[in-house]
């Protein structure tokens, strides 16, 4: 079974960056559908971005990330990253790395959180004013 273990969470002001990377284990991080997912306490998860890798096609992104994250492959750890600027204080939140399973690239792009059926532990993120 995929394992997924993310990293590079932290604490920064708002205006700061992070970058977050998520490794996969187990199985290839080519030709699947993965993304990043955050859930605040007292709200619902929600999509950050999905990617279906070794496509070469961009990431589809939740609303709220106005240009701000970028996802992407990375090649050398066998996983993907988020690289995320201007954060907010809003953006505060424990940030997943999740895998669809077999899908086609379509199901990926429209893929929510209740299609995910693997998970990384997650990584706080967190934002101070």
């Known amino acids: 079974q995929v394992q997924l273990v993310e990293s590079g969470g932290g604490s920064v002001h708002a205006g700061g960056s992070l970058r977050l990377s998520c490794v996969v284990r187990?199985?290839?991080?080519?030709?699947?559908?993965l993304g990043w997912f955050r859930q605040a306490p007292g709200k619902e998860r929600e999509k950050v971005a999905t990617l279906y890798t070794g496509l070469g096609r961009p990431p589809v992104y939740g609303r709220f990330v106005k240009g701000r994250f970028i996802m992407s492959e990375d090649y050398a750890k066998n996983g993907v990253a988020l690289q995320m600027n201007n954060l907010q204080t809003e953006d505060t939140a424990m940030y997943y790395c999740a895998a669809l399973g077999p899908a086609t690239a379509g199901e990926c792009m429209a893929a929510g959180s209740a299609h995910m059926r693997a998970w990384g532990q997650g990584t706080q993120v967190t934002v101070s004013s």
């Open positions: 187990e199985h290839t991080a080519s030709g699947v559908c």
